[in-house]
């Protein structure tokens, strides 16, 4: 009885509703001569005589009519295996994501839209907020963010570099004012990049969003360092795309989670959805 499997349960089914060995081996996609071979095996597992032959094919013996129910139960419950095996392989859950701001419209959603398409039931919460997002406390499991983090359990890979330039309005004089960020540690490379750039600007516009200040540059309020792919997007004009000293503006984008969820199935998807929209883009976010 240990030689009995799920395969030849699902012979013994299949002679059982067919009735004939010919149009049992055609439904499983064996030779009639296979089939024979293995439903004598199985009898012979079995110690009994499982079916009667007869020249219109064949009848259930006593014995194998008592099984049949018991090999039902059987086939029930490989179907319920696969049905939940199938379920196990969804991609499915909530997956919270912290974005830079700038990155949402043209990068995330596009790369999350196919992926949503395909798993009905994967929920994805995209949050932007200026400030560090604490990924050991689970405000988010997944982050894309332009600092690295300093410590922790976390996992942390440069999936693309945004370059960006000083811009100005596309069809207006160039004005003297600045658009730039709060004075806010979160802000400072970019600041320190305005101050370089403008040294002499009469006043600033400080605005704590990308939209704004692309609205307001666009709208000749000002003038200012935007990512390139922003700005060429809102057809601004370019007026220099590297620092006095020649050095260019860079700054990586960085995929990061916690270690502990990396073989999430979830995670891992919506990672791998972000990354290859982000190196599909990669020549379009650093270039000028």
Known sequence: MDRLNWDDVRLFLALAREGT??????????????????????????????????????????????????????????????????????????????SIESLISPVVLPALAPLLAQNPGLDIEVRYGPGPVNLHRHDADLALRMIAPDSGNLTVRRVATVGFGLYGPPDAPRPTRGVTWPDTETFDLLRTW???????????????????????????????????????????????????????????????????????????????????QLREMRQELIEG
Request: overall charge neutral; cysteine-free.
């Open 21 to 98: 060995l010919s149009g049992a081996a055609r439904q499983l996609g064996l030779g009639v001569a296979t089939m024979s071979r293995r439903i004598e095996r199985m009898e012979q597992v079995m110690q009994s005589p499982l079916f009667l032959r007869h020249q219109q094919g064949v009848d259930l013996t006593d014995q194998g009519a008592a099984l049949l129910p018991r090999a039902e139960a059987v086939e029930l419950s490989m179907l319920a295996l696969r049905q939940d095996a199938a379920a196990e392989a969804e991609i499915r859950g909530m997956v919270r994501l912290a």
């Open 194 to 276: 305005t101050r370089a750039m403008l040294p002499d600007a009469a006043g600033q516009l400080m605005l704590n969003t990308l939209e704004a200040q692309v609205a307001a540059v666009r709208d000749g309020l000002g003038i200012g360092i935007l990512p390139h792919f922003l700005a060429r997007r809102a057809g601004l004009h370019l007026l220099a795309a590297a620092l006095p000293d020649g050095s260019l503006m860079e700054r990586p984008v960085l995929l990061v989670t916690h270690a502990d969820l990396a073989a999430s199935r979830r995670i891992q998807a919506v990672a791998e959805a972000i990354t290859r």
